[in-house]
């Protein structure tokens, strides 16, 4: 059974930094392609970063140049490194996982349950 668990979130001032993690767990086909995606209340889920199989990243406009995402190819986990944040970034935060790279569509198979980053002015 796939298990994807986010940790990490939390509470943030406008211009600090937080770093979430993504573990996964029981995924047996090699190393899935995996992604961020994130939702605000109110809005739908936004896909924001993802990384293939060999390091190649995508963004969204709207976190370009503050925010990277990396992964553990080794221990299977993913991270996002959130820089310069923005009040406009708060969100639940989710991670997914799929042996497609679906990009940013919010069409992968596998997701966690997401940690909530708030961000204050």
């Known amino acids: 059974q796939v298990q994807l668990a986010e940790s990490g979130g939390g509470s943030a001032q406008a211009g600090e930094s937080l770093r979430v993690t993504c573990a996964v767990s029981?995924?047996?086909?090699?190393?899935?392609?995996m992604a961020w995606f994130r939702q605000a209340p109110g809005k739908g889920r936004e896909g924001i970063a993802t990384?293939?199989?060999?390091?190649?990243?995508g963004y969204a406009e709207a976190v370009k140049g503050r925010f990277t995402i990396s992964k553990d190819y080794a221990k299977n986990t993913l991270f996002l490194q959130m820089n310069s944040l923005k009040p406009e970034d708060t969100a639940m935060y989710y991670c997914?996982?799929?042996?497609?790279?679906?990009?940013?569509?919010?069409?992968?198979?596998?997701w966690g349950q997401g940690t909530l980053v708030t961000v204050s002015s």
């Open positions: 029981g995924y047996t086909d090699g190393n899935p392609y």
């Open positions: 997914a996982a799929d042996r497609i790279w679906w990009w940013l569509l919010p069409k992968y198979a596998y």
């Open positions: 990384v293939d199989n060999h390091g190649t990243t």
